[in-house]
């Protein structure tokens, strides 16, 4: 054999990590130690990793991709209200607010007498007592604490519509409609929105002038796309009188600039939906920008005794953030008193939509719909620029990645929240500046060309869209998966609720401990751990199977039990400690 040959062989690595990925195995299990604390074994786990994007781990992405699918499409279509009732306080619950209530009052005591070394204690009693009802399945705070926040005028502008308000109806389902035969439709929609245009493009979504295309606007877009969607779904809801309900995602298009599609429970009339989308808009109330006032070479330097950011040249302090929205206040100050609304500030930037409004009406259980979901789901397990990837081979290629580099070399010096590094560069001190900040060193993913500058969540789900989070969306699909194979999820009462709970209790997540894998721990290697972990998937996928086609499944196969700490995992070994 030829070393040519031999190059082109594949590699074992890469033929187990081939394997692993169509048996649906992690490749990049994170090591666990599981002890027993009541017996005392201890053995190593192999936990997934749980990436969703699949240039991690097709794996766990596509595991990812399926459940999102399945929480879509239980929501959709519903008929019955998600019932989010919240339990009555059980008897625990009671007793410790009834501690806190006295403690509480022993601490203002002791506040009102100046006691401070009294109140102090009594402050640390209440900080263990508020850890005891987390504990006990209380949410929220019970006395949180007040903080100041600059407000601005709500007052709409004046080159937008106004949009009409409808009494609010405690329902999240849709409107009915009764067909010729008799039968009840709950149609539900599907609307994907896009930003306005930058300039023209062409087909492969690269401007035809890239000097007159406006980066600037589209990256400030895109920054802030996500506060975008949360407005027009605040207005939907205005105009449609019932609290609406929606699945959506977030993707690139072929000019790199994010939309959005919808998933929307119920119906809202078309012409209305259009007119609420042209009337959304968001003001972001940031300092003014203007020209660079200092560049990569000159940066400004950090005083310790200042305890900021000053000019390198003179040693002059940088304008702070409290400052400078000052600034915009008393700019809106000055417009009142002398009724001179020209003068008043202005935003740092307005977000709208574009005109392009996309809308179907669906029902449930049509192939319409289904393929509306897996359009939802078709770049979930993709980066945003992995959605469009560059082709080599594309005449155009080169004139797609120069495009790439221009939005992304804006995206570098464009600031993306209060808190960015590169206000710096125009001579504000980011709101909590510390040392070390450097103009175009934010950390924020937004920055990364990879993201596009979209650095909010892929996926936006309203919380009464099924009245589920995914831990409860994963408990359902295991369950089920549990009931087919004729395994009881209750063995031996382990998870039936106590007495005084409204909900269940798993003991067995009370009687394992959890901890990562030391450094140096004698574990196997990776390709051996996958081996074991494809060896024990196909096992559970023949009992299913068997299962499925009404036959009993051997018992072997079957002995990933809830009782066990290796269910859903792989296990590495185990060693019996005294």
């Keep these: ?18 394997v692993a990925v169509s048996h649906g195995v992690c490749i990049r299990p994170v090591p666990m130690q599981v002890t027993d604390t009541t017996t005392g074994a201890l053995s190593y786990v192999d936990v997934p990793c749980g990436a969703t994007l699949a240039s991690k781990c097709p794996s766990c992405a596509e595991r990812a991709r399926r459940l999102r699918v399945h929480q879509c499409r239980e929501g959709w279509h519903l008929v019955e209200e998600p019932d989010l009732t919240p339990d009555a ?3 625990v619950q009671q007793a410790l607010m009834v501690e806190r209530a006295d403690i509480t009052a022993a601490r203002d005591h002791a506040l009102s007498a100046g006691d401070e070394l009294e109140a102090l204690a009594h402050s640390e009693a209440l900080t263990d007592v508020d850890a005891a009802l987390r504990h006990a399945g209380v949410r929220g705070q019970v006395d949180p604490a007040k903080v100041q926040r600059a407000t601005r005028s709500t007052r709409r502008r004046t080159d937008v519509p106004d949009l009409p308000k409808r ?61 975008l969607l949360d407005r027009l779904v605040q207005n939907l809801r205005r105009v449609a009188g019932f609290e609406v309900q929606y699945f959506a ?6 000019r790199l600039a994010p939309h959005a599609h919808f998933a929307i429970r119920g119906t809202i009339p078309r012409a209305l939906v259009r007119q609420v ?19 990569d070479d000159n940066p400004p330097v950090w005083d310790d005794d200042l305890a900021g950011y000053v000019d390198p040249a003179t040693g002059v302090p940088l304008t702070s953030w409290a400052d400078a929205l000052a600034e915009l206040d008393h700019a809106d100050d000055l417009a009142d ?34 393929r509306r979901i897996g359009y939802l789901a078709k770049y979930l397990t993709k980066a945003m620029s992995d959605a469009h990837a560059i082709d080599d081979t594309d005449p155009n290629a080169a004139r797609q990645r120069a495009h790439l580099a221009r939005l992304a070399a804006v995206a570098k010096v464009e600031p993306c929240g209060p808190g960015c ?6 001579g504000i001190q980011p709101r909590g500046a510390h040392a070390g900040m450097t103009p175009g060193g934010c950390r924020s993913k937004a920055h990364k060309s990879e993201y596009l500058g979209y650095a909010g969540r892929r996926i936006l789900v309203s919380r009464k869209w099924t009245g589920k989070t995914l831990a409860d969306h994963r408990h ?103």
């Design 89 to 91: 306080p059980n008897d």
């Design 476 to 578: 359902d699909r295991r369950a089920w998966v549990l009931a087919t194979l004729g395994v009881v999820a209750d063995q031996e009462d382990d998870n039936k609720a106590p007495a005084d709970s409204a909900r269940p209790r798993d003991k067995t997540r009370d009687r394992y401990s959890w901890a990562p894998v030391e450094r140096n721990t004698p574990i196997p290697p990776l390709a051996h751990r996958l081996l074991t972990a494809i060896a024990q998937r196909s096992g559970w996928r023949a009992a299913y199977e068997a299962a499925r086609d009404g036959k009993p499944p051997p018992p072997e196969l079957l002995s990933a039990t809830p009782l066990n700490p290796d269910h859903g995992r792989s296990a590495i070994h185990g060693t019996e400690q005294p």
């Design 167 to 227: 009494p609010m109806e405690a329902t999240t389902l849709g409107r009915t409609f009764l067909g010729r035969d008799g039968e009840v439709f709950r149609p539900s929609m599907f609307m994907t929105v896009t930003l306005p245009s930058y300039g023209k493009v062409n087909t492969d979504g690269t401007p035809r002038d890239a000097d007159s295309y406006d980066y600037v606007r589209q990256v400030r877009d895109s920054f802030g796309f996500a506060g």
């Design 1 to 18: 054999m030829s070393r040519v040959e031999r190059a082109k062989m594949p590699l074992a690595q890469d033929v187990v990590e081939a």
């Design 277 to 295: 989308v042209a009337a959304t808009y968001r003001q972001v109330w940031w300092p003014t920008t203007g020209s660079p006032v200092h560049d």
């Design 421 to 426: 590094a590169n206000w710096l560069r125009y």
């Design 249 to 254: 995602t977030v993707e690139p298009q072929r």
């Design 337 to 370: 008193e002398l009724s001179a609304p020209e003068l008043a500030a202005q935003p740092f930037h307005v977000l709208r939509f574009g005109a392009q409004v996309d809308l179907q009406g669906l029902l449930a259980g049509t192939p319409d719909s289904e």
